[in-house]
């Protein structure tokens, strides 16, 4: 069954649709992916985020109720992806009190975007506030158009 017939189109289902079409043993040299992988993509598809892009900058930002500033992680690889990641946990339960429903979401998230080549990634500052994480990151001014070279006609 091809979960993206049905309007499943992202990565988790992605990873599952993989690993219910390696797991039939139809063909043996498909190598299912790795826990870590699929944790991944499940962490990545679970993070919802936005991005602007302004005269001066892009800022992604992303939602993050409940999670405390020391929980997320914010870092840049190969000088051209913003990594995102962190984890929300749960309260610890008190004595005598117990959930009647668990649906907030908790556990580890991730969201990787890749940068334009204008970025600035000297220029990076993260804030939350109220539950919102904005990371900016600045552009590189634009290159001053060449001008034009004259050359000098000689008569010969």
Sequence with gaps: MDLRMMAFDSPL?????H??????GSDKSVSCPSRTYARDA???????????????SYAFIVDMPG?????INVQVEDDNVVVISGERRREEEKEGAKYLRMERRVGKFMRKFALPENANTNK???????????????????????KPKTIEVKIA
């Design 19 to 24: 690993l219910h079409d390696a797991g039939d």
């Design 42 to 56: 499940k962490a990545m598809a679970a993070t919802a985020a936005d991005v602007k892009e302004s005269p001066n």
């Design 67 to 71: 999670v405390k500033s020391g929980d």
């Design 124 to 146: 990076i500052s993260a804030v939350c506030q109220d539950g919102v994480l904005t990371v900016t990151v600045g552009k590189l001014p634009l290159p001053e158009p060449k």
């Design 13 to 17: 289902f992605s990873v599952l649709q």
